[in-house]
């Protein structure tokens, strides 16, 4: 069903950009970290590389669903299973292809509109 309340909308656009944000954020800073290995091993810097990936990833459905539920939104189901999904694909392009700049905020802004869409549609309360 779809919720009219122009509120739910507003703060589903400030939750999918605060998340955006820090999940960008840490995904890099992880990467980075995760580069900076020195050992010459031939998987050297695998373990590190694959707890960046999933951190980044893994985040995502954690602050989605977090931050509706602090600003007290309920049955957030499709914001979080559909948001994570589109950050798997939206995170890794911008942080694992070097996006420009300009092109990872055009996809970060992206991911906030289909967050703020998908903010209105509420879960049928049991």
């Not at 977090?66 to 392009?93: K, P, T």
Request: net charge negative; proline share 2%; hydrophobic share 50%.
């Amino acid at each position: 069903m779809m919720e009219s309340s122009p509120s739910r909308w507003l703060k589903g656009t400030l939750v999918s950009a605060v998340a955006a944000a820090f999940c960008y954020w840490l995904w890099v800073s992880l990467d980075e970290w995760a580069g900076e290995t020195d050992s010459d091993g031939t998987f050297s810097g695998l373990f590190e590389s694959l707890f960046a990936g999933i951190m980044g990833v893994v985040s995502m459905p954690v602050l989605l669903w977090a931050g509706m539920r602090v600003l007290q939104e309920r049955g957030n189901h499709l914001l979080v299973m559909l948001g994570a999904i589109a950050w798997f694909f939206v995170g890794s392009h911008v942080v694992e292809d070097d996006v420009s700049t300009t092109g990872t905020v055009v996809f970060l802004t992206l991911f906030t509109a289909f967050g703020t869409l998908l903010s209105g549609v509420e879960a049928p309360s049991r």
